[in-house]
């Protein structure tokens, strides 16, 4: 059997484990699965002659159908346990741990061993399969084990460089910028993305961008007045 169990970015980061409550078919602990009562008589099913299937024709095909009489089982008996009426299962709740390994990502599965449905005749019991779900980060994006972040900066801490915040998975972190940082220019912050299975992590890529200020504001446009004669009389000295 199947489940989808949502979790937080971090918590696909660093690893969790969740409690997952569900209901499952469970083998009878009285018949064992068997169905019948001790002492039973046993006989092949008449409606299906011990096949657990019957045929009925459908225009110029035969469809095939599970035998309603014996559940497909292919033999009927008397008396049928009282417990579970005859179908050797009962539903039961279930509760487990899902580990979540450090690094999940969304569409990862965890195999839960015996924790699916009863098998019949009492067999062993299936699988839980659970799919993973992570909800997105609202300031980073994974690609791989690498995080990629994009961070506003002042155009005066571009031009001066200096201490910028930027976001991590831990919370945040602080990045500091050269002089003449360009407008989409990427820095990496190693060991800041995502475990990997084996150990290590991958990096976080941040890319700046400058916020420009408005040019209504008046001691923005003098600056900005300034900036270009500064820059025009570099170029002139450079020529």
Known sequence: MTQQ?????????????LESRYQREAVCPDCRGRRWAAGASIENCRSCNGRGVVEAPHGPWTVRRICTACDGEGDTGTPRCRTCRGRGRLPRAERREIRVAAG??????IVVPGGGQAGRRGGEAGDLVVTLKVHPHPLLERRGR??????????????????????????????RLPPGTQCGQQFTLRGKGVPGPE???????????????????????????EL????????????
């Open 228 to 239: 270009e004669k500064a820059a025009g009389e570099t170029a002139r000295e450079q020529r």
């Open 199 to 225: 150990g290590g992590r991958g990096d976080l890529l941040v890319t700046v961008s400058i916020a420009i200020p408005s040019g209504e504001e008046p001691r923005a446009r003098r600056a900005a007045q």
């Open 146 to 175: 690498n995080l990629y972040a994009t961070v506003p900066i002042p155009l005066a801490r571009a031009i001066l460089g200096g201490p910028v915040h930027v976001p991590t998975a831990e919370g945040r972190s602080t990045l």
């Open 5 to 17: 169990r949502k979790l937080t970015f971090e918590q696909a980061l660093r690893g969790a484990v």
């Open 104 to 109: 999940s990502a969304s569409g990862g599965r």
